[in-house]
């Protein structure tokens, strides 16, 4: 039987919620049928899967899990930026996850890793399903373009989530939003917290369930076409699709963003020329031990033939 006990950073959520988070590689549906057939307890009793879990509540789950087994898969388009004893860059195409999920389990980075660098299987955290991740220190969307770095030892891996924890990276994305923004540089300072439906984020105002996470961006205005802006933008916190939120809360949304759109935009014959959210990490700036690393990873071609054509 699998035993899990609930940090304060877990506290405050369904427990269908935090199980799916937990076991991403299972379908929330599994998890919802496993916990309507008694196999998941809390604090020793059978609950219902909108149950919130607290901090220090006991989660024991009495059903199997799946093998844990990476599959490796050499077979994508994958651009090696540069690579040393410790550490890999690399451009991540848009429409590629980072790590298996219920859904994908094999075109994922993390497959790919697995193939093409072996001795990184067993460099990841120690949560139950790390081992999906070598070598992963932080993560795009699945349909973000740009650079990725990747710890190649448990070394490096450990340093890197430090820098990445201690916001001692610098990353700056390019994205092409509706609308012209009336302030050509600045900030968005919003706390972010998660949606009910858990797969999106939303500006935390109001009587707000879970954790509230301070989000930090700032932006700059590179150019600017009719009514869409080319914007430079910089993450000084790490939420998930923070630069996304952040930026669709001012209603100023990413072109081609299926969860973060205004309907106003939604049906203009232009916004089916984005395959996907024109968002590019663009930059990486970090220090590992006294070495200073400085990339730089034009956008693809969607993205700049999006901007070149607009009329």
């Known amino acids: 039987m699998k035993k899990i006990i609930v940090t304060t950073q877990k506290a405050n959520q369904r427990l269908d919620k935090f199980l799916a988070e937990e076991f991403f590689s299972l379908s929330r549906g599994e998890i919802i049928r496993q916990i309507k057939n008694q196999k998941v307890l809390v604090n020793g009793q059978?609950?219902?899967?909108?149950?919130?879990?607290?901090?220090?509540?006991?989660?024991?789950?009495?059903?199997?899990?799946?093998?844990k087994k990476l599959k490796a898969n050499g077979d994508l388009p994958i651009e090696i930026i540069f690579e040393d004893e410790n550490i890999l860059v690399l451009n991540k195409p848009f429409g590629i996850q980072m790590h298996?999920?219920?859904?994908?389990?094999?075109?994922?980075?993390a497959n790919w890793l697995l193939a093409q660098y072996p001795e990184i299987e067993n460099v990841h955290d120690e949560s139950e399903e790390g081992y999906l991740r070598p070598g992963i220190v932080h993560r795009l969307d699945k349909d973000t373009s740009g650079l990725v770095v990747v710890a190649k030892n448990q070394k490096s891996f450990d340093e890197l989530k430090?820098?990445?924890?201690?916001?001692?990276?610098?990353?700056?994305?390019?994205?092409?939003?509706?609308g012209n923004l009336q302030e050509k540089q600045g900030k968005i300072e919003k706390p972010l917290a998660r949606a009910t439906d858990f797969r999106r984020q939303k500006v935390a105002v109001g009587r707000i369930r879970g954790k509230v996470r301070s989000a930090l961006t700032l932006f700059r205005v590179l150019e600017s076409q009719n009514s869409f802006d080319l914007i430079e933008a910089e993450p000084k916190t790490g939420r998930m699709h923070q630069i996304r939120i952040h930026f669709f809360s001012i209603s100023h949304p990413i072109v081609g963003d299926k969860k973060y759109f205004l309907r106003k935009y939604k049906n203009l014959p232009i916004a089916g020329q984005a395959r996907r959210q024109l968002l590019h990490a663009r930059e990486l700036h970090f220090e590992l031990w006294g070495q200073k690393y400085d990339f730089v990873c034009p956008p693809p071609q969607d993205f700049e033939e999006f901007w070149k054509n607009i009329d």
């Open 46 to 67: 059978v609950v219902k899967p909108s149950r919130e879990i607290s901090q220090n509540d006991v989660i024991e789950m009495d059903f199997e899990l799946e093998e």
């Open 100 to 109: 298996p999920s219920a859904v994908e389990k094999e075109k994922t980075l």
């Open 162 to 178: 430090r820098l990445f924890a201690q916001r001692e990276m610098t990353k700056k994305y390019w994205a092409i939003v509706w």
